[in-house]
């Protein structure tokens, strides 16, 4: 089975702008959450969504946004970046049949902001 | 508040030492318990994870792991090192119905050939 995928890898861009990244699950996950990871506040979670919907949300602020789509692919959207939000963010997908249950991650998108 | 503490941010050991890294959280309910290594450059994979049952679990390449419910604790071990294991080791935690994991600072293991 081919693992999650993450596009772009890398990215750069300027404050103010806005930026979309995506992921693919493992085939068969119906699940996807997306971590911010930083060498100062380390792994932070930022949303699941499970079936198109929401179901739980970090502690971010509201330009940080995401949605999943009907073949469990997902999407993240930071607007009006800031120099804080250079980071990796990483994809992990799991399959959500039951409360004991695995995340696989991702490569991860580095963000760079300048 | 749900946490999770790792002791040693970074840990230098020699090939064939024994190593133990801690972690300790704090979460209310049954929890999972997951140990995850970051090698350089490559993405996050898991080592071993703690469900129920047998509360030593073994994972990949050697590595195992102790759950001790009374001490909220589920340190990683290792018999003997080795130059591969230089890497970043993370240890987290979710719950039944919550899967949001919550992460420790992780450790920076480096092994000295």
């Known amino acids: 089975k081919a693992g999650v995928t993450q596009t772009p890898r890398y990215l750069i861009k300027t404050r103010g702008q806005q930026v979309t990244l995506s992921c693919s699950p493992i085939?068969?996950?119906?699940?996807v959450s997306w971590y911010q990871q930083t060498p100062g506040q380390g792994l932070q979670f930022l949303f699941e969504?499970?079936?198109?919907?929401?179901?739980n949300k970090g502690n971010f602020p509201g330009r940080f946004s995401g949605r999943q789509f009907s073949n469990s692919r997902s999407e993240m959207n930071v607007s009006t970046l800031e120099l804080g939000d250079s980071a990796l963010y990483l994809c992990?997908?799991?399959?959500?049949?039951?409360?004991?249950?695995?995340?696989?991650f991702g490569p991860g998108t580095r963000l760079t902001v300048l | 508040a749900q946490s999770v503490s790792q002791h040693n941010h970074h840990v230098i050991l020699s090939e064939a030492a024994s190593l133990e890294l801690g972690c300790n959280y704090s979460?209310?309910?049954?929890?999972?318990l997951f140990w995850y290594v970051q090698y350089p450059g490559q993405h996050l994979q898991l080592l071993l994870k703690?469900?129920?049952?047998d509360p030593l679990v073994k994972g990949i390449k050697g590595f195992e792991a102790e759950f001790i419910k009374s001490k909220f604790s589920f340190n990683l071990r290792k018999p003997s090192v080795q130059w591969s294991d230089t890497a970043e080791y993370f240890c987290?935690?979710?719950?039944?119905?919550?899967?949001?994991?919550?992460w420790g600072a992780g450790t920076k293991l480096i092994i000295k050939p």
């Open positions: 992990a997908s799991q399959t959500q049949l039951a409360g004991t249950d695995t995340q696989y």
């Open positions: 987290a935690v979710n719950g039944r119905s919550n899967y949001q994991l919550i």
């Open positions: 703690y469900f129920s049952g």
């Open positions: 085939s068969g996950h119906r699940s």
């Open positions: 969504y499970f079936s198109e919907t929401q179901r």
């Open positions: 979460y209310g309910g049954t929890v999972n």
